[in-house]
């Protein structure tokens, strides 16, 4: 029985608000079906999109971090490969100069021996030249020993005299 009392005080209450349940039921099922239409047909489709851009952001994203991590590792490999660059030219160079400096040697050692020999030949040379002279000034000292005597003497010298005078000089001279 409280229910028909509560039915019965609620179907007052309508009528003095004017309600026409007829109506009421009518626009509550047109509501319902707008509602479902709505919801089948455009709201599903507009989250289906929405989730859908948000999944390609998301993996944008993720496609964007992939890719700075990518460009950091390739930075970094970019890096390792310009200072093994730079230490084979360091290398490079540090071994150009070693062999120029010893090629600089090698070709100042043929230098200075070279000249040692130049100088060597020239010094035999000069012994030869000095020993040639002195024969020569002894023999010319002998030559005028022996004509100086003539003259002195005024006698003709025999081939034994010269060669007795001349001995005699160059004895004088070597002491």
């Known amino acids: 029985m409280s229910w028909f009392l509560l039915a019965d005080i609620l179907g007052d209450t309508a009528r003095q ?40 952001i998301a993996e944008s994203l993720a496609n964007a971090e992939k890719i700075k991590l990518e460009l950091a ?48 030949r020239a010094r035999e040379a000069a012994t030869l030249e000095h020993a040639r002279m002195l024969a020569e000034l002894r023999r010319e000292i002998g030559r005028l020993v022996v004509q100086t005597t003539a003259k002195v003497t005024g006698k ?12 005699e000089a160059q004895r004088e001279l070597a002491a």
Not at 34 to 48: D, N, T
Not at 76 to 84: G, K, N, P
């Open 73 to 120: 590792r390739v930075e970094a490999a970019r890096q390792e490969i310009l200072q093994q660059a730079n230490a084979q030219a360091e290398q490079l160079i540090q071994e150009a100069r070693a062999a120029a400096a010893r090629l600089q040697e090698q070709e100042t050692q043929r230098a200075i021996a070279a000249a040692q020999q130049i100088m060597d």
């Open 17 to 56: 608000f004017g309600v026409d349940w007829p109506h009421l039921i009518a626009q509550t099922i047109s509501f319902l079906l707008v509602a479902l239409l709505l919801h089948r047909f455009a709201y599903k489709p507009i989250l289906r999109t929405l989730d859908e851009r948000r999944q390609r």
């Open 156 to 167: 003709i010298l025999t081939p034994a005299d010269h060669q007795r005078l001349v001995e």
